[in-house]
């Protein structure tokens, strides 16, 4: 498969400026290559945290802006584990920052606001195995043990938890980083602290008994930049808009309507893929990593203008931001308040059963900002031994925040 070919340059030892954490090191040459590759520069046309720019107006950093930041923490836990006497060769150094540094290339359009609705049951993380694998092939092997650390198969199981787990790299970026462009203050963690603290026993990651407080801090940030960002119910109803838009496109697109878009998006909108298509056929995930945020958006403004009255006014809504109302309870919706909506809202499009689900929906949100029972944060005591963050806590709250909640969803037309 041929994504392209990296860059050649003279001089790779780059600095790049960040506003999160001030300089990024590119630390060698194949790092550099990596980032200057087609397939990764792409993330720089992915936003970070989908449709939330249009509740806080500055969240319209990208994916390539967390990729780096991820790598650059990468850096610091390296460096700091092996300050501890942590035994890190050369190969493993590069093979995890490599392996952070692309843990998020096979994200889709808007991460995770349109995944599994172009593709059909395809996760971002399968995706990025297969363009892992595919430029492993284009550069003759070098991303080996990067691999193989990213899929959690190398022997030294810490290196694959700083890339993925409840205390890895990625949550300590966008943490700080969504924080920072979302302007909610709620979302800072002393990630400087925490990685000072980290270190290995048993070839398992732990973390400093004195650092409790920064990781208590930390499943807190998460909990509430979940509630205040990710799951903001405006930041719901415009993702389910965007979806809604894509899943009309589909219909029209499937049925024989002329539909105006980039190659790459119409040949999502026609075919139907699933898991197998990716890793049997090169060429659906070579069309992958072409598609981004822009084929989306500018498909959306021609679309408003189209003949399908239902997919003309879904993406009236979007672009002029009438975003459809969404009501969150901890409890189910009434059924005779579910039942007087829906026909309510048929009445007032003129709609049937059929096209009900573009304007009206229920569902569910989850919010599980730690999770004792899988992977669990391990402390370490003073006395050396080692226990699950729960058991080591004096916060009486921390197991309320352990506990998954869900709130029931309800999305609808304001006019209704």
């Not at 990468?74 to 092996?82: D, K, V």
């Not at 405006?234 to 539909?259: F, K, M, P, W, Y």
């Not at 919706?333 to 929906?361: M, N, P, R, S």
């Amino acid at each position: 498969m041929d994504l392209s070919s990296p860059v050649t340059l003279s001089n790779k030892r780059k600095i790049l400026n960040d506003p999160v954490y001030g300089f990024i090191t590119v630390p060698n040459d194949l790092i550099f290559d990596i980032i200057s590759h087609p397939s990764f520069q792409r993330l720089r046309r992915i936003k970070q945290v989908g449709m939330s720019h249009l509740v806080y107006p500055g969240a319209n950093h990208t994916r390539f802006h967390h990729a780096l930041g991820a790598m650059h923490l990468m850096y610091l836990s390296l460096t700091a584990l092996r300050e501890k006497g942590v035994e890190i060769n050369q190969e493993e150094w590069t093979g995890a920052l490599i392996a952070i540094l692309l843990h998020d290339i096979g994200h889709g359009p808007f991460s995770h606001s349109l995944e599994y609705t172009l593709v059909q049951n395809v996760s971002h993380e399968s995706i990025s195995v297969l363009l892992i694998e595919a430029l492993n092939k284009e550069f003759d092997g070098k991303l080996d043990l990067a691999l193989a650390i990213f899929k959690g198969t190398y022997h030294k199981k810490f290196l694959h938890q700083l890339v993925s787990s409840q205390l890895d790299m990625d949550r300590m970026d966008y943490l700080s980083r969504d924080s920072f462009y979302t302007g909610v203050s709620e979302g800072v963690i002393g990630n400087q602290r925490i990685i000072k603290m980290l270190d290995v026993r048993d070839d398992k990651l732990v973390v400093e008994e004195k650092g409790i407080y920064s990781i208590e801090k930390f499943i807190v940030a998460r909990r509430l930049m979940y509630w205040q960002v990710y799951l903001h119910k405006t930041v719901v109803s415009a993702e389910r808009l965007l979806i809604n838009i894509l899943r009309r496109a589909q219909h029209c697109s499937r049925r024989g309507d002329v539909l105006f878009g980039s190659p790459t998006l119409l040949f999502f909108l026609k075919n139907e893929f699933g898991p197998d298509d990716f890793e049997k056929n090169p060429d659906v995930l070579e069309m992958f990593v072409n598609l981004d945020d822009y084929d989306i958006m500018g498909a959306i403004k021609v679309w408003a203008e189209h003949e399908d009255k239902i997919l003309s006014h879904l993406c009236t809504d979007l672009l002029a931001r009438r975003l459809p109302k969404v009501r969150l309870s901890s409890e189910p919706f009434a059924e005779a308040t579910v039942y007087d909506i829906q026909e309510k809202t048929k009445a007032h499009y003129g709609i049937g059963d059929d096209e009900l689900e573009y304007f009206f929906q229920l569902g569910s949100i989850e919010n599980h900002a730690y999770n004792s029972d899988y992977d669990g944060i391990l402390i370490l005591r003073k006395d050396g031994t080692v226990a699950e963050l729960a058991e080591t806590s004096d916060n009486q709250a921390l197991s309320a925040q352990t506990e998954a909640v869900t709130k029931h969803v309800l999305y609808y037309p304001k006019v209704v």
